[in-house]
């Protein structure tokens, strides 16, 4: 696989609203898209800093997995999303060297991308998102 770089770095947070102030006021970062991503149950809202980004996850729904992540563990760092070029490819190539996958095929992510994800018992506790444009 070929990873370029990183391509967001997302933050669970009960509520985006209630952070915008850190991330805008503090930081001067811009948040230039909030998008609901109905598949995963989270809101999002995106900052940009310089070729990756930043990406606030508010859980729209109980059942949802950042809301069992935030109950469990609290807010902070939920994942980490790398971009490659090809995503079916980089999930297979994971799968044949022993890491355990979330899906095995790319789906539809936040901002038109294909996402997929490992499992993070097999990534030394980080769970990892693989990105394609
Ligand atoms: N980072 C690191 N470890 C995590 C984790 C995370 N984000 N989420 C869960 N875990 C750990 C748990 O702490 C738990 O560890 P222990 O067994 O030591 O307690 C273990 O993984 C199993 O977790 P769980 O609470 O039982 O939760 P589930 O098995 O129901 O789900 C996971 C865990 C990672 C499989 C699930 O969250 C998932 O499928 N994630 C991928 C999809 C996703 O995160 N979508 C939201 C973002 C979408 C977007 O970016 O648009």
């Known amino acids: 696989m070929e990873i370029t770089h990183i391509e967001h770095i997302g933050i669970a947070v009960k509520s985006i609203e209630e952070h ?39 859980p729209t729904d109980e059942t949802s997995t950042v809301a ?7 807010e902070g760092i939920h994942h980490i999303a790398y971009a490659t070029n090809n995503v079916n490819e980089a999930l297979a190539e994971a799968e044949a060297k022993g890491i355990k996958l979330i899906d095995n095929q790319g789906r539809p992510g936040a901002e038109g991308l294909t996402i997929g994800f490992l499992h993070p018992k097999f990534t030394g506790g980080v769970l990892t998102e693989f990105c394609e444009r």
Not at 26 to 37: A, D, S
Not at 52 to 57: R, V
Not at 68 to 74: D, N, S
């Open 68 to 74: 069992k992540f935030i109950e469990k563990r609290g």
């Open 20 to 58: 915008l102030p850190y991330y805008e006021g503090v930081l001067g970062l811009k948040c230039y898209n909030i998008e609901t991503v109905e598949d995963q149950k989270v809101k999002t809202a995106f900052f940009k800093v310089g070729q990756t980004k930043i990406e606030l996850l508010e």
